[in-house]
């Protein structure tokens, strides 16, 4: 984003308006939040066979042998939700990926391939949670909610705060969540949250 001139605080504001960060490297989290949300936007459990996409060292040679597959429907998907044209324009200077994309092909660019990497990660999790006896459902956390250490995390760069919290020296909110929570059966995976102060 940096190379495409992007004004990253704009862009981070946009995404997550008027937000009290710790450090301005913080604002990462807001494009995090952005990909995680999208990615997990529509959370549907699907049954699969997920080991031929798994094995391979390179999801794109998935994508290849099997451009119509579940897999390469997924990435599709995700792809045209994830990533804006205007952002596409901006990197690239053309639309040629979404433009292969909406036509069910599959761009060999590292771009992309980073990508489908990622999209590999969250597929997986869907058959997972499909495959297994006990109920899988997603969480979120809504922007202003008291932070509570039984559904949330704070992300890994704000671990001081907890320290503070635990001393009972003050409370925070939750400014933005980075990643859903998942309740899997009576097991609970907390999401992960970006917090201020409360009071600023």
């Known amino acids: 984003m940096k190379v ?22 913080h604002k990462k989290y807001a494009f995090e939040a952005y990909v995680a949300r999208r ?15 798994m094995k391979l060292g390179d999801p794109i040679d998935a994508l290849i042998q099997d451009p119509q597959s579940s897999f390469a429907k997924f990435c599709r998907t995700k792809y045209l939700l994830v990533v804006h044209p205007k952002m596409e324009l901006s990197f690239f200077g053309n639309l040629d990926h979404r433009t292969f994309v909406a036509n069910g092909m599959h761009p060999h660019t590292p771009f992309y391939r980073a990508f489908v990497k990622m999209a590999r990660w969250v597929w997986f999790l869907l058959g997972f949670t499909a495959s297994i006896e006990s109920k899988v459902e997603i969480f979120g956390v809504k922007r202003g909610s008291e932070f509570s250490d039984v559904y949330m995390e704070f992300i890994e760069e704000l671990k001081e705060y907890k320290s503070l919290l635990d001393k009972g020296h003050g409370s925070y909110k939750v400014e933005f969540m980075v ?20 009071g600023l």
């Open 179 to 198: 990643m859903p929570g998942f309740k899997i059966g009576e097991s609970l995976i907390r999401s992960q949250v970006y917090v201020s102060k409360m």
């Open 39 to 53: 990615m997990f936007h529509g959370f549907q459990p699907q049954p699969y066979d997920a080991d031929n996409v």
């Open 4 to 25: 495409s001139d992007w004004d990253l605080d704009q862009a981070a504001n946009a995404i997550e308006n008027s937000v009290v960060y710790a450090k301005r490297s």
